[in-house]
T-cell receptor
Framework: AQSVTQLGSHVSVSEGALVLLRCNYS??????LFWYVQYPNQGLQLLLK??????LVKGINGFEAEFKKSETSFHLTKPSAHMSDAAEYFC??????????????FGRGTQLTVWP | KAGVTQTPRYLIKTRGQQVTLSCSPI?????VSWYQQTPGQGLQFLFE???????NKGNFPGRFSGRQFSNSRSEMNVSTLELGDSALYLC??????????????FGPGTRLTVL
């Protein structure tokens, strides 16, 4: 079975500082990994995804994440935080096959606060 | 291309009533998944439909049901509402079985409040 752990339910950074949101997963098969962002009173917006190929993936709004199989991690980073990055971020995993078709397993989310 | 749409955006119901939520996937997407989001439990998978068939179901009571129509639009129904059903209900669609099949695109959600 798949599961996702997001370390830190709240992360605060200053504008212009590095953003690092941590995600570790467990999966019995090669996983597909996703980061989503949720702004207040909105749905989830896809930031980036890893399915196969290059382990460093770039997403929207300057975010990127690196798939590290040996560490079972998929941490999200952004070199310089902007006020508009303040939101809740969710890491998710699926294996896209068998009994888990169409199902994403989500972490509990990390609320990012950006201070001016 | 229009995104996933959900109606209504907000609903207020009382305990014991039933409710139907609607989801229209992105054009060409044939798989629709539903999730419940609450502060206490986070994002939990309800069920997934493809070609009008439920392929996968989460751990929710039978009061939660859904269906998918031939045009891929989907509805979910909750009967005998309880206070704990208050949540944001999110619908997502994907291109399964085509390329990018494992990527789900979410709608804005329906905020259900049960009084």
């Amino acid at each position: 079975a798949q599961s996702v752990t997001q370390l830190g339910s709240h992360v605060s950074v200053s504008e212009g500082a590095l953003v690092l949101l941590r995600c570790n997963y467990s999966s019995s098969v090669p996983p597909y990994l996703f980061w989503y962002v949720q702004y207040p009173n909105q749905g989830l917006q896809l930031l980036l995804k890893y399915t196969t190929g290059a382990t460093l993936v770039k997403g929207i709004n300057g975010f990127e994440a690196e798939f590290k199989k040996s560490e079972t991690s998929f941490h999200l980073t952004k070199p310089s935080a902007h006020m508009s990055d303040a939101a809740e971020y969710f890491c998710a995993v699926s294996d896209g096959r068998g009994s888990t078709l169409g199902r994403l397993y989500f972490g509990r989310g990390t609320q990012l606060t950006v201070w001016p | 291309k229009a995104g996933v749409t959900q109606t209504p955006r907000y609903l207020i119901k009382t305990r014991g009533q039933q409710v139907t939520l609607s989801c229209s996937p992105i054009s060409g997407h044939r798989s629709v998944s539903w999730y419940q989001q609450t502060p206490g439990q986070g994002l939990q998978f309800l069920f997934e439909y493809f070609s009008e068939t439920q392929r996968n179901k989460g751990n929710f009571p039978g009061r939660f049901s859904g269906r998918q129509f031939s045009n891929s639009r989907s509805e979910m129904n909750v009967s005998t509402l309880e206070l704990g059903d208050s949540a944001l209900y999110l619908c997502a669609s994907s291109t399964f079985p085509g390329g990018d099949a494992d990527t789900q695109y979410f709608g804005p959600g329906t905020r259900l409040t049960v009084l």
